[in-house]
């Protein structure tokens, strides 16, 4: 028999007595055998909303009958999305050739800089994902995304002008089943469903991941409410992907709060390591280790895995294992380091790339002088560095040499792609910055170091509680001796 926590405990009590819960659960803490704790305990019927697929696939193991698993975008095409499936199958095109046939064939000006009809197509369908991803119920200015220097907000007003004329005539393009010029794709069918207002039939709803989702999937899952019971179930903590539409939902979600704070991924050091930035991060909750379990933290000759703040920091730890002799996996592929590769590679020969970060450089040299003088394009500046001091040729090279996870030596990640992963021991990689100095100084004379930033204590949590036995700080050391980094309570 399972021995529960007790707040274990206390979540199937408030699951027994009908209560919409959001449950905070902490790194390692067994979310998802918890949810399956409650399901195994009703005779009523459910639906347990998962993340992606293979989190679905999983999940059906471990509930039982009575509760279907999905995700939902299998939800919405099995009530709407089946109807485009001629579309949904289509070939893949470029976003320019889309472009033409909306009527996207002139280059405008915007400043000092010329938008050609490919930037203004991938700015089009970029408005239509961003469209998507929102629980809004119909295409508005601020669906229009802000374009790499172009960032002036006369500007960004000018854009929004000449692109929502061609979203429009998108998002009526892909409103029929059988053919038109937009690729249909998942988030579309989605979006399609979500405005109908549909109704799940269930006698409860189980949300994981509730922290990464987006706001169309909310807007479905809390409309259920007056039939359903609704759990959500996630990491406020690990909400790190604002960036992409992702919102966080359970800190405002109406509902009985609890916490699943008794992590059984790690021992206690590494639990006082994670509630360091829990607390920066002002998270609701704080973890404890197991004592089955010894995680030790210090320098690490040959870990697992090795943790990166960005594709550009992976790209150049990969290349350092290599040279070192080293077999060495990617997560989740070699193919957007291979593109942006790419892209530096068009960009140095003068030519045009259709790159999302990139499109608005005409050339390598004003890439370079923008990463190094204009603010907005500082975090630019290490792809321009491991391009300049490498080139492109050898860059491809590497990836090209890259091995699988279970034949490899050693896993480079994002910590982004990293998460609900973990490893028996992980480095963290030197592209973690610390805060820049404020104007302010101390007794000394010194400069007094800036506050962190609470995105970034989000992430560098993530990074640190993907370790089972050992954790090397590495490019993290530096919360040591910040003011922040203090131990905690």
Not at 98 to 116: E, F, P
Not at 199 to 226: G, H, S, Y
Request: aromatic residues 6%.
């Amino acid at each position: 028999m399972l021995t529960l926590t007790d707040e274990q405990t206390a979540a199937v009590d408030r699951f027994h007595a009908g209560d919409h819960l959001a449950l905070q659960a902490g790194a390692g803490t067994g979310k998802t055998s918890t949810l399956a704790l409650l399901a195994h305990g009703t005779h009523r019927t459910g639906r347990y909303l998962a993340y992606n697929k293979a989190i679905a696939q999983d999940a059906a193991t471990r509930f039982p009958s009575s509760v279907t698993c999905k995700t939902a975008h299998a939800l919405a095409y099995a009530a709407t999305g089946h109807r485009f499936r001629t579309r949904l199958n289509g070939p893949r095109q470029p976003s320019w050739r889309t472009g033409q046939a909306l009527g996207i064939t002139k280059a405008i000006r915007l400043g000092d800089r010329d938008l050609s009809p490919r930037v203004l197509s991938y700015a089009t369908l970029r408005t239509i994902t961003r469209f998507c991803h929102s629980a809004d119920p119909n295409l508005a200015d601020h669906h229009v995304p802000r374009l790499r220097n172009l960032e002036d907000a006369d500007h960004h007003s000018q854009l929004i002008a000449e692109i929502m004329p061609f979203a429009k005539k998108a998002w009526a393009d892909l409103q029929t089943p059988d053919a038109g010029a937009v690729r249909f794709d998942h988030d579309h069918y989605l979006k399609i469903w979500a405005l109908t207002e549909p109704k799940i039939p269930a006698d409860f709803l189980l949300l994981d991941e509730a922290q990464d989702t987006n706001p169309v999937v909310e807007q479905i899952f809390n409309a259920q409410r007056d039939h359903a019971q609704l759990v959500m179930v996630g990491d406020s903590a690990q909400a790190i992907y604002q960036w992409r539409g992702a919102r966080d939902v359970m800190t405002t979600f109406q509902g009985t709060a609890l916490n699943l704070s008794q992590s059984f991924r790690f021992g206690p050091r590494l639990a006082a390591e994670a509630n360091r930035w829990l607390r920066i991060a002002q998270a609701p909750l704080r973890l404890t280790g197991t004592d089955k379990i010894s995680t030790g933290i210090g320098p690490a000759e040959q870990p697992h895995a090795i943790l990166c703040r960005t594709n550009v920091g992976a790209m150049r730890e990969v290349m350092q294992q290599l040279e070192e002799g080293h077999r060495v996996a990617l997560t989740g592929g070699g193919e957007s380091l291979r593109a942006l590769a790419r892209a530096a590679d068009d960009l140095k020969a003068s030519r045009h790339t259709s790159h999302p970060e990139l499109l608005l450089f005409p050339t390598w040299g004003d890439l370079q002088d923008y990463a190094a003088n204009d603010p907005a394009g500082r975090d630019l500046q290490p792809l321009v560095d491991l391009v300049d001091t490498h080139g492109t040729g050898a860059l491809l090279r590497a990836i090209h040499r890259l091995d699988n996870e279970d034949t490899a030596d050693i896993t480079v990640s994002t910590a982004h792609k990293a998460k609900g992963r973990e490893w028996g021991s992980v480095k963290i990689a030197n592209d973690f910055p610390p805060p820049r100095d404020s104007d302010e100084q101390d007794d000394k004379g010194q400069p007094v170091s800036g506050p962190i930033d609470e995105a970034e204590a989000r992430l560098a949590y993530v990074a640190v509680t993907r370790a089972r036995h050992h954790l090397d700080l590495g490019g993290l050391s530096w919360i040591n001796t910040h003011p922040d980094g203090a131990p905690t309570e």
